[in-house]
T-cell receptor, first 111, second 114 residues
């Protein structure tokens, strides 16, 4: 079992719709969870971090964490074509900032 | 822009050679982590340096080694290059090594091994 699992996609949504990206992880001791956006040929850019169960909102982005189910998700409201990118879920484990990334979900927002 | 710089941007080497990649962390950051990202994959953690000491290591062989200097810039060295070492190498800096600290990525070095 992979440590951090994501559906590779592509996930296609129409402009203005809600995009829902999901991630599961295997280490129950993990405490920090991150969503990064990566445009083709560029380095990852942090979108959201979440550390406790529940929802965290920042603009059009909402991260949701359920530690009991070992599940973290990212919702993007009012999706724009500029949101088209690969979204990487990352989970801290090991207690010293060792971050394990999933393989990423490619999101395509169709105008 | 994150304030993290890496050099060179691109590099071509042949199998068996050695390579050194460099990273300058964001001002005030004392922690640098290195990642390898193969095509179509997520970044894989190589190791982390905190205040000039290795603070953790992923599943990479000893031919991957590193250094952090007093100004907190860092080097990644790879000996005896293999074809599978072809990847984007990313460094990320953070203010400290705390588990909730945000890591800021540099633009990466794209290495091709022929």
């Amino acid at each position: 079992q992979k440590e951090v699992e994501q559906n590779s996609g592509p996930l296609s949504v129409p402009e203005g719709a809600i995009a829902s990206l999901n991630c599961t992880y295997s280490d129950r001791g993990s405490q920090s969870f991150f969503w990064y956006r990566q445009y083709s040929g560029k380095s990852p850019e942090l979108i959201m971090s979440i550390y406790s169960n529940g929802d965290k909102e920042d603009g059009r982005f909402t991260a949701q964490l359920n530690k009991a189910s070992q599940y973290v998700s990212l919702l993007i409201r009012d999706s724009q074509p500029s949101d088209s990118a690969t979204y990487l879920c990352a989970v801290e484990s090991g207690g010293y900032q060792k971050v394990t990334f999933g393989t990423g979900t490619k999101l395509q927002v169709i105008p | 822009e994150t304030g993290v710089t890496q050099s060179p941007t691109h590099l071509i080497k042949t199998r068996g050679q050695q390579v050194t990649l460099r990273c300058s962390s964001q001002s005030g950051h004392n922690t640098v982590s290195w990642y390898q990202q193969a095509l179509g994959q997520g970044p894989q953690f190589i190791f982390q340096y905190y205040r000039e000491e290795e603070n953790g290591r992923g599943n990479f062989p000893p031919r991957f080694s590193g250094l952090q200097f007093p100004n907190y810039s860092s080097e990644l060295n790879v000996n005896a290059l293999e074809l599978d070492d072809s990847a984007l190498y990313l460094c990320a800096s953070s203010l400290t090594a705390g588990i909730q600290e945000t890591q800021y990525f540099g633009p990466g070095t794209r290495l091709l091994v022929l």
